[in-house]
């Protein structure tokens, strides 16, 4: 009884210990458990404070991208909210400048020594470095320090731990942040990853802000390069910001020229900084200034005040050199050409006026002989007035594309022959040989008869002119496409003076002869008949043009016309009116 | 020098470059996420456990997940640079 009373009351104890020791191990187990989730729940909270902080800095950012956002801005967002997320003696950011200058700025929170700001400087230079692989000296670097900096023997303070958070763009780096603090253990990969998410992303975002505003600027700066006219540009220091392809080519300068390079070359012909002053002084208004001669070029030069979008703030001043000299040559062709003509008709009626007071002053004594002879002369000049008269009518008539042709269905080889062979004795009489070749099987044109026997004879009529000796062969002959003739192709050839290719163009233009020089001493000629040719041509649907081997090598006139057979199936047979719409003006 | 050597060399190199450029406690804890290397506090690697042209592009894109493209150049950089050397001691 007593050895079972023992027993019992052994076990007993040992239960009771082996109770306690379960009762402590349970609640040393649940206080693990819960110190683990109160340190999970702190770690899921500083994480999720994390997030919120990433995103409030992330919508900053996105805000900013709607209209302005640059490395600039997007430090300044990053510095400014730092201190939400952890503790810092200093922040402080190296940033390369829109103008090309490097900047150190620094922001104190704690009144620190030189020597700390210049560590600071140096951590962050290295870094800029590093990455660039351009060193910058110490020297190229502007400072600016926020806060209060002490001389170096009164708080000495030591860096012991820091971050760098660079700002790449484009591939670039664009600035260095530096988060530094004088407590050891600070930062670490953990609490500073947050910020580099941000500063990517940051980055990324600027870089596609600055990829759609340069290729805007690509697109502006290659308008601005095909300018026919030539542009300068200057911000408010009259510093030269843009100066287009064009003008370099008129001042013979470069694009990297300075203003006063400029100014210099528009020297004696033009006070370019007072015309721009003026202009930043006026109102939106363009100042055009007289007109200035440079390099034998003749230009018109305007000022303009450069507004931003709203038009309230000065940017600069533009100044526009616009080439007036074509304008310039055309005005003088018009002139001279007006005094030719004048002269043209001067001429003849000085002669008949002299003639007709000749035959008046002693009707008595003028022989029967002598009045026709005097009257044949009176006859011919006023012939020669009507015919230049008439090529004035139909230049006119072309300009105002009112010129008309009536087209029919006729034989061209017979209109042809006919021609040819009323000059005949007219290239006899310079001793040129005339040769007509005419395709046997030459199909019916479809053409202005009447016309198109004016082209023919100014044709003919300027090979005589312009040729001294040789010959002179007009063909015509079908042209084939497929073994199909689709129209006439007729040939005047010479072996007179010939045309530069250079002037070949021109010679179917108004002022022709203006132009090329290519009248001659004694050749009287309105040099308009090519031009009305070139126009009867287009105007029945048919082309015409020259070649030539060069001056001296003789020329030939080539032109088509449109056959019949085909025009009939469409048109009928009635003539049919075209009007010159086509006729290009000189 | 071993080819591993030369990958030592490299990634050390290059971790030391990033501790300039991120600072030294940021630099060393990314490149210790790497099972595959050990390395110092001085970021001077000690252990290479693989191949170092994988490891060394891993790590390389440890670091531009942080700054980018700027992370390839440094490490082009770095390899010009103990390239150049090799062939410098290698022609002595």
């Known amino acids: 009884m007593f050895n079972y009373w023992l027993f019992a009351s052994n076990n007993l104890g040992i239960l009771a210990i082996v109770g306690t020791l379960a009762a402590i191990g349970g609640f040393i187990l649940m206080r693990n458990k819960f110190l683990k989730e109160v340190n999970e729940s702190r770690e899921r909270e500083k994480e999720l404070n994390k997030r919120v902080f990433e ?9 900013k991208i709607g209209y302005s956002l ?28 829109e103008d090309g200058n490097v900047k150190f700025n620094c922001n104190l929170i704690e009144a620190m020594n030189e020597a700390y700001v210049q560590e600071l400087k140096h951590k962050v230079l290295a870094s800029f470095n590093e990455m660039t692989g351009e060193p910058l000296l110490d020297s190229e670097v502007e400072e600016n320090i926020t806060g209060i900096v002490l001389e170096n023997e009164k708080k000495k303070a030591e860096i012991l731990s ?24 600070q930062y670490n990969e953990k609490t500073t990853d947050v910020l580099y998410r941000i500063a990517r992303h940051g980055s990324q975002a600027v870089s596609r802000l600055l990829e759609i505003i340069e290729n805007e600027k690509a697109k502006l700066v290659q308008a601005v390069e095909s300018l026919s006219d030539g542009l300068l540009m200057v911000d408010n220091d ?26 210099h070359k528009l020297s004696g012909q033009l006070d370019l900084r007072t015309m721009m002053e003026a202009a930043g002084s006026f ?55 007006t005094a030719v003509m004048v002269h043209e008709l001067r001429a003849p009626l000085t002669t008949i006026k002299s003639t007709v007071e000749l035959i008046n002053e002693d009707p008595t004594i003028i022989t029967p002989a002598e ?4 009257l044949e002369v009176v006859e011919l000049t006023a012939q020669s007035m009507l015919e230049l008269v008439n090529d004035l009518l139909d230049v006119a008539k072309l300009e105002a594309g009112k010129f008309q042709v009536v087209c029919e269905s006729a034989d061209f080889a017979l209109d042809l022959y006919e021609r040819t062979e009323a000059f005949k004795p007219v290239a006899e009489a310079k001793n040129l040989k005339l040769t007509v070749s005419i395709d046997d099987d030459l199909p019916k044109g479809y053409y202005d008869r ?137 | ?61 440890e670091y531009e997940g942080m700054i980018g493209s700027i992370a390839h150049t440094v490490l082009l950089r770095v390899i010009d640079k103990t390239s150049a050397a090799k062939g410098e001691i290698e022609n002595v």
């Open chain 1, 55 to 63: 995103s409030e800095i992330l919508r900053e950012i996105s805000e």
């Open chain 1, 283 to 337: 109102g939106d208004e363009k100042i055009k200034l007289t007109e200035i001669i440079i390099s034998d070029k003749v230009l018109q030069v305007y000022a303009t005040k450069v507004a931003d979008q709203h038009g309230l703030n000065p940017m600069g001043i533009a100044v526009t050199f616009h080439d007036i000299t074509d304008a310039k040559s055309l005005e003088r062709l018009r002139s001279d050409f």
């Open chain 1, 70 to 97: 640059n490395a600039q801005k997007l430090v300044e967002i990053i510095t400014g909210s730092i201190g939400k997320l952890m503790s810092y003696t200093s922040v402080s950011y190296l940033i390369m400048g």
């Open chain 2, 1 to 61: 020098m071993s080819k591993t050597q030369d990958y030592k060399a490299i990634i050390s190199e290059y971790i030391k470059k990033q501790m300039i450029i991120l600072g030294p406690v940021v630099a060393v804890e990314k490149a210790r996420k790497l099972e595959k290397i050990k390395l110092k506090d001085d970021g001077a690697v000690t252990q290479i456990n693989g191949d170092g042209e994988e490891i060394m592009a891993m790590i390389e894109s």
């Open chain 1, 371 to 374: 009045l026709k002879h005097h």
């Open chain 1, 450 to 586: 009447v016309r198109l026997k004016q082209v023919i004879n100014n044709l003919l009529s300027n090979a005589i002119k312009y040729t001294d000796s040789g010959e002179i062969i007009v063909r015509a002959v079908p042209e084939e496409v497929n073994s199909e003739a689709v129209d006439i192709l007729v040939s005047v050839g010479d072996t007179g003076i010939g045309i530069e290719k250079s002037e070949t163009e021109k010679l179917f233009s108004r002022f022709a002869q203006l132009k090329s020089g290519h009248a001659r001493a004694g050749q009287k000629s309105s040099g308009l008949g090519l031009f009305i040719s070139k126009g009867i041509i287009e105007a029945i649907g048919g082309k015409i043009w020259v070649e030539s081997a060069g001056a001296g090598f003789g020329s030939t006139f080539y032109f088509t016309v449109p056959l019949g057979k085909s025009r009939e199936k469409e048109q009928g047979e009635e003539g049919i009116i075209f009007s010159t719409k086509r006729v290009a003006h000189a």
């Open chain 1, 238 to 263: 009259f510093k030269v910001v843009l100066v287009n392809k064009r003008l370099c080519s008129i001042l013979n300068i470069t694009h990297s020229s300075t203003l006063l390079d400029i100014v």
């Open chain 1, 162 to 185: 820091y971050f760098n958070l660079p700002i790449v763009v484009f591939g670039k780096v664009a600035a260095v942040i530096n988060v530094s603090s004088t407590n050891v253990s």
